[in-house]
């Protein structure tokens, strides 16, 4: 159970491009999703926590007119990096929160390697 | 502040067991959870601690002690796949995850 599905896997573009990342819960109904990134041999960076049908919050530093946050349903939020450029190229990986209760674990989707060139 | 302290790396042998220490200072405390990540992947849940003491699953097990603001992760019968790195995640008073860098864990034959 938990399963999360994050799509797509990779993505190789150009520069000025807008990237769309799909992550879904498959076996539960995910109240509460998780959008982090990740640069080599750093830790996770929490950008965006979203709820269902309410808008995602922010973290200190991350614009939010660039990375559009949209938690439509129980099961699908979708992440939007507009007009990427190579310094956002990164390891983006959704997780997903289900049952209400803060303390559950949160399950992560296999992460999406962007690659603006 | 918020803080985590675990060794950067270690290195053990297949078959055998080791102990991934790590101390923790968070603003407020709803528990600990331990995630293991391989290189270039996401994070996989192991284990989630909010009661002092053991949790063991399977070959692997974590302790907790709230009031030293400590746990570890004991792996044992070591594989070669569970070379990875491994996450001490404390949850602040905010239920926020407060991620460090791991413990990157080498296993030789």
């Known amino acids: 159970g938990a399963v999360v599905s994050q799509h797509p896997s990779w993505v190789i573009c150009k520069s000025g491009t807008s990237v769309k990342i799909e992550c879904r819960s498959l076996d539960f109904q995910a109240t509460t999703m998780f959008w982090y990134r990740q640069f080599p041999k750093q830790s996770l960076m929490l950008m965006a926590t979203?709820?269902?049908?309410?808008?995602?919050?922010?973290e200190q530093g991350v614009e939010k007119d660039k990375f559009l946050i949209n938690h439509a349903s129980l099961t699908l939020s979708t992440l939007t990096v507009t007009s990427a450029h190579p310094e956002d190229s990164s390891f983006y990986i959704c997780?997903?929160?289900?049952?209400?209760?803060?303390?559950?674990?949160?399950?992560f989707g296999d992460g999406t390697r962007l690659s603006i060139l | 502040g918020q803080n985590i302290d675990q060794p950067t790396e270690m290195t053990a042998t297949e078959g055998a067991i080791v102990q991934i220490n790590c101390t923790y200072q968070t603003s407020g405390f709803n528990g600990l959870f331990w995630y293991q990540q391989h290189a270039g992947e996401a994070p996989t849940f192991l284990s989630y601690?909010?009661l002092d003491g053991l949790e063991e699953k399977g070959r692997f097990s974590s302790f907790l002690s709230r009031s030293k603001g400590y746990s570890y992760l004991l792996l044992k019968e070591l594989q070669m796949k569970d070379s990875a790195s491994y996450l001490c995640v404390p949850l602040d008073s905010n239920y926020q995850l407060i991620w460090g860098a791991g413990t990157k864990l080498i296993i030789k034959p």
């Open positions: 979203s709820n269902e049908g309410s808008k995602a919050t922010y």
């Open positions: 601690n909010v």
């Open positions: 997780s997903a929160r289900g049952g209400g209760r803060e303390f559950q674990p949160q399950h």
